[in-house]
């Protein structure tokens, strides 16, 4: 954001701005959005927030993406407009009963792809103000986040009971962490593990030569002395 000062012109916390911001493209210098006068930022806001506070049969990830496209449309304030509507969005989520207990934020898909999320808010102005585009990408964020944290959930789930059941084996502890450590890395070699359990050398090979044994993970490499040799999980 392009417009101001913040040594010349101090502002107060939620305070409107009072002066012409827009956007730019950081790599071009390119000016990309000129948000609403300052004049006009009041009654949009006002009119903005009696809109958020009446009851209405659309779905409530549809309110939540036009709250936040229009809050970053208006540009209310001189700084954080971006942060503060992706919360803005969260809250109309939360107050409608979806709660996703701090699992996710929707800055991380946006974050994957920045020039799309900026493509997805200017088609709204360059399509006269239609929506449909904006809000097709912001479902698609939000199933795509929520498909994560299904994921890794599931993850988690299935690496407990496999933990557990080696337990019940009678796996001690210090294989049991060893395991735990291949079925989220996947794989690694004997210097990963090393580093990140802080065992003995010698101490976690036994460890690794007894789940190869018992068919929990597998050796891959080409001999004893092979630098290259790692280990992987079989479940």
């Not at 999320?117 to 585009?133: E, F, H, I, N, S």
């Not at 690794?208 to 002395?225: A, D, H, Q, Y």
């Amino acid at each position: 954001m392009r417009g101001f000062s913040r040594q010349s012109m101090p502002v107060s916390i939620g305070e409107y701005r009072k002066i012409q911001n827009y956007i730019v493209n950081l790599r071009t210098g390119e000016k990309t959005y000129t948000p609403p006068p300052p004049l006009e930022v009041p009654p949009m806001m006002t009119d903005f927030v009696s809109w958020l506070q009446k009851d209405t049969q659309i779905h409530p990830v549809i309110v939540a993406g036009i709250a936040q496209f229009q809050l970053v449309h208006v540009h209310p304030f001189v700084d954080g407009n971006g942060r503060t509507a992706r919360l803005l969005s969260t809250l109309c989520l939360y107050k409608t009963g979806y709660d996703f207990k701090r699992l996710f934020t929707i800055s991380e898909y946006y974050d994957r792809d920045r020039p799309a999320y900026y493509k997805a808010l200017q088609c709204v102005r360059q399509r006269g103000m239609d929506m449909t585009g904006w809000l097709e990408y912001f479902a698609e964020g939000l199933g795509a986040q929520m498909r994560d944290v299904q994921m890794t959930a599931e993850h988690v789930l299935r690496k407990d009971v496999i933990l557990a059941r080696a337990r019940k084996n009678g796996l001690k502890e210090r294989p049991v962490a060893v395991l735990g450590y291949l079925l989220t890395a996947g794989k690694a070699t004997v210097a990963e593990c090393e580093e990140e359990l802080k065992m003995n050398r010698r101490t976690l090979q036994r460890d690794l030569k007894l789940l190869v044994e018992k068919g929990l993970v597998r050796e891959i490499g080409t001999g004893p002395t092979d630098p290259t040799k790692y280990y992987e999980r079989l479940l």
